[in-house]
């Protein structure tokens, strides 16, 4: 989630550019939902793309839910309408915000005190886990504008490793060849434990659901890239959910594949040690369409030339990864 540079000028603009169909989506959020049925309590889900994903994965005949916009596009415009749905619900499920998020009132317990005392409410962490892509990177550091390169928002380390030496006058493997060599068992394990214990620490720091323990033995159904989950993992956590709200624990009603738009590569390599079931995919998937891993690395390559500031953070944020894969930088440093 790349923030815009300046929120307090962006969103006010942004949520009167709705179109019809937009304003229609969120048409719940922006006019009231109407009131559900007797006994039946209102649930809403605050947090990054894998929330409305986890609202479908709730939604049932013994819950309404409301569909809201992903937290980092809302503005101020948006404040509004989200002081007059708080009071109203019934079950809120969020991630754990900090205060004045981008500028706004959107941090957790800032949402809480507009909420109804007897509010139940729900933190779950924002699953993260680079097993099965142990070569990507998500990275949206504090202060640092529009850090996602195109095509994909994902930093592949071995791309970014050539982009240094490029950067440095010195000429790399070419584009599409391997820097290093491909991530072995030892590295894969690794990758997930960290990945594991990473998630274990934020959910232990704030509080939230745990989730890490769905993630034993990662599959390619369990992550489509390093941040969107698949149904194998959102449907277990939302029977764990449901249940800290004090819902019926049931399976899911959702069959279609939730966070399905960006797909990324399986290496042969992890597949034989994550899913050897699974067919390795040498190339990127986006909205179904395959997108050849030479056109995204090529892409990456360019933008890093007008991007050193994200490069510099993708390299310190990758020095471990680094050593595990082992690439090195222009003049032998790790």
């Known amino acids: 989630m790349s923030a815009p540079t300046s ?15 937009e304003r229609a989506h ?7 939902p109407p009131a559900p049925p007797e006994g039946v309590p209102l649930l809403a889900v605050l947090g990054n793309c894998q929330a409305e994903s986890l609202r479908l994965v709730l939604q049932d005949d013994d819950v ?10 809302l503005g101020p415009g948006d404040l509004e309408p989200l002081h007059r749905l708080l009071p109203r619900l019934d079950l809120l499920v969020s991630q754990p915000v900090g205060e004045d998020y981008r500028g706004l009132p959107l941090g957790t317990a800032q949402v809480l005190d507009r909420a109804r005392p007897d509010l139940r409410h729900v933190l779950v962490p924002p699953v993260r886990h680079a097993g099965p892509y142990p070569c990507h990177l998500v990275v949206h550091p504090p202060g640092l504008a529009d850090p996602d390169p195109p095509l994909v928002a994902y ?5 970014a490793v050539r982009a240094a030496w490029l950067r440095a006058g010195r000429t790399p493997p070419p584009v599409g060849a391997a820097l290093g060599p491909a991530p072995d068992a030892a590295t894969v394990a690794a990758v997930c434990e960290d990945s594991r214990a990473q998630l274990a620490l934020r959910e232990a720091r704030h509080g939230t659901l745990v989730a890490h323990d769905l993630l034993l033995a990662p599959t390619f159904a369990h992550l489509r890239t390093v941040n969107h989950p698949g149904n194998a993992l959102l449907k277990p956590l939302g029977r764990r959910v449901r249940t800290a709200l004090g819902l019926t624990d049931r ?4 069959a279609r594949p939730l966070l399905d738009h960006v797909h990324a590569p399986r290496e042969a390599s992890v597949a034989a040690v994550l899913d050897p079931a ?14 050849p891993v030479a056109e995204v690395e090529a892409a990456h390559l360019a933008w890093y030339a007008t991007r050193p500031d994200v490069l510099d953070v993708v390299l310190a944020r990758s020095v471990a990864l680094r050593g595990l894969l082992g690439l090195e930088l222009p003049g032998g440093t790790p």
């Open 7 to 21: 929120p307090a000028a962006t969103s006010t603009a942004w949520t009167a550019a709705r179109t019809p169909a």
């Open 26 to 32: 969120y048409g719940d959020f922006y006019d009231g």
């Open 64 to 73: 309404r839910t409301v569909r809201l916009p992903a937290l980092h596009e």
């Open 155 to 159: 930093h592949d380390v071995r791309t």
């Open 251 to 254: 399976p899911t009603r959702v």
């Open 278 to 291: 699974a067919p390795a995919r040498d190339h990127w998937l986006l909205g179904g369409r395959p997108v």
